[in-house]
């Protein structure tokens, strides 16, 4: 089993930025892959980055492109989402979620990629 613990949301005004973090631990066989997903009110949940095992591939759905960074720190089993230039479109529950893998290189984009999902962590964009 794994557990995530997740933090850093908050309330921010529009241009603003925030980091969230998620924390993984349990005893696994294999590496994580990670994603952060988010949930608006009335919507579905829906990707917004992830990134590979090793670190070296990521994805962004396009609406956060250039405004999000994921990363990780693999020594803390940690997955980082720098959040900047906040819209108010941004507002939701934000998900982070594990996939334990062989695959280094690959990078995960659906929900049902992933064994693992913290507790969620609301964001809200004030205009």
């Known amino acids: 089993q794994v557990q995530l613990v997740e933090s850093g949301g908050g309330l921010v005004q529009a241009g603003g930025s925030l980091r969230l973090s998620c924390a993984a631990s349990g005893r696994t066989y294999g590496c994580y892959a990670m994603g952060w997903f988010r949930q608006a009110p009335g919507k579905e949940r829906q990707i917004v980055a992830a990134?590979?095992?090793?670190?070296?591939?990521?994805y962004y759905t396009d609406s956060v492109k250039g405004r999000f960074a994921i990363s990780t720190d693999n020594a803390k089993n940690t997955v980082y989402l720098q959040m900047n230039s906040l819209k108010p479109e941004d507002t939701a529950v934000y998900y982070c979620?594990?996939?334990?893998?062989?695959?280094?290189?690959?990078?995960?984009?659906?929900?049902?990629?992933?064994?693992?999902w913290g507790q969620g962590t609301q964001v809200t964009v004030s205009s």
């Open positions: 990134i590979n095992c090793a670190g070296s591939g990521t």
């Open positions: 979620s594990v996939q334990v893998t062989l695959t280094e290189g690959a990078v995960y984009l659906q929900e049902y990629d992933y064994n693992y």
